[in-house]
């Protein structure tokens, strides 16, 4: 099956740290009110004043402003395993038995927020490196079975590979006497789901970009620049020259299958020189004010999506009742 039928994961944890180590999670919309962020892409953005500044070693039971704006990973899996049943029943009509992918196993942080600002446990780091236990190797995929012209046609809507399979462009062909669904019986299940939309099933393109958006812009703010002079001035000390965490991070000698020892002795002076400066507290602080500043600029559009996304999330509730 193609993977494009499969729902799109959450972008939650969308930006991790250790992007140079883990595939960075990020999904775009399937809303209809998705749209992009008010600031256009470029744009400087304005630093907002942060008067708040917590003391963390982690921020892992942290939540972003953006979070109730995005798929959490449950309701990512009740709309995939919804869509999965609604596919299911839809082929069943036609008169073919067919059984849906289950999905692939993937790293998963245990909240969005865990691995956001890189490593943070000296410990761990120690013994994994800059990737966090189970997310340095890629899980293995089984190969999709081949699937019949028959099927396919009537589970995407279309054999022609010109044509998106399960897009409004497919589908609306005759199959025994019964009308195929547009996008075929992908594309019917998205429908019933409300996860029409380019990405089909993901995280809403606005909600998602403000959380990358606030990310990057984060580490230009004046707070996090100063702290991270002092993180790197403290790695200077453990023999690490590095001018911020990421650059850490995505070192180039850390692309191994396992965590040398300077990978682990590095991993473990970044997670103790954040302890030490309070990186953690002043980063995840300042990531908030450029999301709430985000939200209340797009507070109409966005309540339209956290909408969209409960209403989703009962639908799929309702077929998976039965």
Same mark, same amino acid.
């Given at each position: ?59 892992? !039971?942290?939540? /972003? &402003? ?5 798929? %959490?990973? $449950?309701? =990512? ?6 869509? *999965? ?37 000296p410990e761990a780091a120690a013994v994994d ?73 993901? !995280?809403?393109? /606005? &909600? ?5 958006? %606030?990310? $990057?812009? =984060? ?6 620049? *100063? ?51 309070n990186v953690v507290g002043v980063w995840y ?38």
């Open positions: 099956m193609n993977p494009s039928l499969v729902p799109g994961r959450p972008k939650a944890a969308v930006v991790l740290a250790t992007a140079a180590v883990l595939m960075a999670g990020g999904c775009s919309s399937s809303s209809p009110s998705s749209s992009g962020p008010s600031r256009p892409k470029g744009a400087a953005v304005v630093m907002p004043e942060v008067s708040s500044v917590p003391r963390l070693i982690t921020a892992a !039971d942290r939540t /972003l &402003p953006i979070a109730p704006y995005l798929l %959490s990973d $449950e309701q =990512s899996d009740e709309l995939t395993a919804a869509q *999965a049943k609604l596919t299911e029943r839809c082929m069943a009509r036609f008169g073919l038995r067919y059984t849906s992918p289950a999905p692939a196993p993937v790293f998963r942080p245990r909240t969005p927020t865990q691995f956001r600002y890189g490593v943070t446990d490196g800059f990737a966090p236990a189970g997310g340095r190797t890629a899980p293995a995929t089984a190969q999709p079975a081949a699937l019949s012209a028959e099927t396919t046609l009537v589970l995407t809507g279309t054999n022609d590979p010109h044509v998106k399979p399960g897009s409004a462009a497919a589908g609306r062909r005759v199959h025994k006497g019964r009308k195929i669904p547009v996008g075929g019986c992908v594309g019917e299940a998205r429908a019933r789901l409300r996860s029409e939309g380019p990405e089909a099933g993901g !995280d809403a393109e /606005l &909600p998602n970009d403000i959380n990358i958006d %606030s990310f $990057e812009s =984060s580490r230009k703010h004046p707070l996090v620049r *100063a702290v991270f002079a002092k993180w790197s001035q403290c790695m200077e000390g453990h023999g690490f020259s590095y001018p911020d965490p990421l650059a850490a991070t995505s070192d180039s000698a850390w692309r191994t299958r396992t965590a040398s020892a300077k990978e682990r002795a590095a991993a473990r002076a970044d997670a103790d020189c954040k302890m030490r400066n602080a300042v990531d908030a004010a450029l999301q709430r500043q985000a939200i209340e600029k797009n507070s109409v559009a966005l309540a339209k999506i956290k909408k969209a996304i409960g209403a989703r999330v009962e639908l799929a509730a309702a077929v998976l009742a039965g």
